[in-house]
Structure formats: C-alpha cells, structure tokens
C-alpha cells in the first residue's frame, strides 16, 4: 500500500496494513479516527470530561509504547473501544473506595425509602388480589397452578404426578396465566 502522510486513512483494514509499514502515520490515522467516539465513550463511563480525556490518551500511549496495535489483526474499533472499556472500569473501581460507595448505597437508599413504602403497599394489594382470583380458578386448575409456581414442578413432574399429558399441563399453565392477567390487569 502506497499512501502518503497526507492522504486520509478511512478504512480499518488500511490502518491496520500501514501498522505493519508505517507505525507513526498509521497511528495518527487512528487517533483522529476514534479520538472523538472513543472519548465520548469513556465520558459515558466516567462523566468527568478530565478524566475521559486522560483515560483514552493512556490508552493510545499504552498502545503505543508497548506496540500492542501492532498484534491487532481484524477488527480495529472493537480492540479500542475494548481497552478503554477497561480502563474505564479500572477507573471506577480506584476512584470509588468502598466507604464512597457505602455513602452513595446509603444516599440511595434513602432516596428510595419513601418509595418503598408506597411499593410495599402495591404488593400486598396486587397479591391479595392474586390469591383471591386463585380461589376462582376450577380446582384442577387451580392445582396445575400451584405445583408449577409454588412448588416449582415442571409440567413433566406436574404431568407424571396428575396422571395427565405433558400437554395438558402446559395447556393449563397457559390458561390460568391468561385468566391472572386478564383479571390483575389494572386500568
């Protein structure tokens, strides 16, 4: 491949054969290439423009200097987005000490508590309502039902120990779903 140092490089594959040939320009190449999208990409992570900036210039230096672009063979924008996936990850972990994340769990957890009461209430309404339109069901119905979700027997078991196709068991499960959400469904 013949390019000058002032042609444009766009293609994945002829940075990736200029690696081999011309390290210095094919790296350039990439930088302006993914410089953009990759830093977008860390920010998602970080939400520290800073921070972004410094994690994906380490991974072009770390790519540099320790030549790992040139092991790369096929797919050039997986590779980066990959390293800075990581190094963001890193990131995250040094920067948040557990007793910050102890902080932030209880910060959470606050804001949520209020939540939860009003949560807790919708649950035992909606389950009231749910057993209450058990007690409708036909009773073998009713007992497909319960050796499914209560017990958690498959409709093999469930089929085997009602003397009943596999089939039939599904059958049911299948109906008394249909009945619970057509009766549970909240308008």
Not at 24 to 39: D, F, H, M, N, T
Not at 64 to 83: C, D, I, S, W
Request: charged letters at 30%; one cysteine or more; glycine letters at 2%.
């Amino acid at each position: 491949m013949n390019l000058s140092p002032n042609e444009i490089v766009r293609t994945d594959e002829e940075l990736i054969d200029l690696l081999k040939t011309d390290e210095q320009i094919a790296v350039k190449g990439i930088y302006e290439k993914y410089w953009r999208s990759l830093l977008k990409f860390a920010f998602s992570f970080t939400r520290d423009e800073t921070d972004a900036k410094d994690i994906v210039q380490e991974v072009f230096v770390r790519l540099v200097v320790k030549e790992q672009l040139k092991g790369v063979q096929t797919n050039l924008r997986a590779y980066l987005y990959a390293a800075v996936k990581y190094d963001c990850i890193r990131y995250l972990r040094t920067r948040f000490s557990s007793v910050e994340l102890d902080e932030h769990y209880e910060q959470f957890l606050a804001a949520t508590s209020k939540d939860q009461t009003a949560h807790s209430l919708l649950f035992k309404e909606l389950e009231y309502h749910y057993e209450k339109e058990l007690a409708y069901l036909p009773p073998r119905l009713k007992q497909v039902f319960e050796l499914s979700r209560k017990q958690g027997l498959n409709s093999t078991e469930i089929s085997m120990y009602l003397g009943v196709s596999n089939q039939t068991v599904r059958n049911q499960i299948s109906q008394v779903i249909r009945i619970l959400r057509q009766k549970l469904r909240y308008e």
